[in-house]
T-cell receptor, first 117, second 110 residues
Framework: DAGITQSPRHKVTETGTPVTLRCHQT?????MYWYRQDPGHGLRLIHY???????DKGEVSDGYSVSRSKTEDFLLTLESATSSQTSVYFC????????????????FGAGSRLTVL | QQPVQSPQAVILREGEDAVINCSSS?????VHWYRQKHGEAPVFLMI?????EQKGHEKISASFNEKKQQSSLYLTASQLSYSGTYFC???????????FGSGTQLTVLP
């Protein structure tokens, strides 16, 4: 199995508090992604990274920021958590992000369940 | 824009066949299929590339109609282990990321 570790796996927090989720990989893959999963919406991309210090927004990036200072770590931060950010967050990695090559098969982490009260 | 999956849910008996469809409004370079069991992470099943190349699962097949921007996943002689939610993910242009459909929940009963 690909080495992807998400932490924490479960977190309960209060509205207005900052939250950081961590994704750690041991595969040395270039691309890393954060998705959120909500009933009826499937998986929606929050942010992704195509290298150290190189990140870009996904379709639901408002209220989230990311950082990648090392190849192996991709952090997702909620600066001031809101109840609408209650969700399951999945990190994913891929070797390539080139759609034409079709090589961007994603491998997902186990997920982090966040509840904002 | 999110691809559209149909049906949203399907229930079948062990040994029966099922088809899950995925359509997009954009020209596609590739379509991916993933399966997620309850409480687990999505797992890669299949990738279909523009031009017809297909890589993936030995007991599950799929088609990709580039002109219609549609893909279908075929599960034949379903097994109990096929139960889960199936997601298609589409990639278009030079996009480095996949956009996923909302999922099809498949339940296989004994």
């Amino acid at each position: 199995d690909a080495g992807i570790t998400q932490s924490p796996r479960h977190k309960v927090t209060e509205t207005g508090t900052p939250v950081t989720l961590r994704c750690h990989q041991t595969e040395n893959h270039r691309y890393m992604y954060w998705y959120r999963q909500d009933p009826g919406h499937g998986l929606r991309l929050i942010h992704y990274s195509y290298g150290v210090k190189d990140t870009d927004k996904g379709e639901v990036s408002d209220g989230y920021s990311v950082s990648r200072s090392k190849t192996e770590d991709f952090l997702l931060t909620l600066e001031s958590a809101t109840s609408s950010q209650t969700s399951v967050y999945f990190c994913a990695i891929s070797e390539s992000g080139t759609a034409a090559a079709g090589a961007n098969v994603l491998t997902f982490g186990a997920g982090s369940r966040l509840t904002v009260l | 824009q999110q691809p559209v999956q149909s049906p949203q849910a399907v229930i079948l008996r062990e040994g029966e066949d099922a088809v899950i469809n995925c359509s997009s409004s954009k020209a596609l370079y590739s379509v991916h299929w993933y399966r997620q069991k309850h409480g687990e992470a999505p797992v890669f099943l299949m990738i279909l590339l523009k031009g017809g190349e297909q890589k993936g699962h030995e007991k599950i097949s799929a088609s990709f109609n580039e002109k219609k921007q549609q893909s279908s996943l075929y599960l034949t002689a379903s097994q109990l282990s096929y139960s889960g939610t199936y997601f298609c993910g589409t990639a278009s242009g030079s996009a480095r990321q996949l956009t996923f459909g909302s999922g099809t929940q498949l339940t296989v009963l004994p």
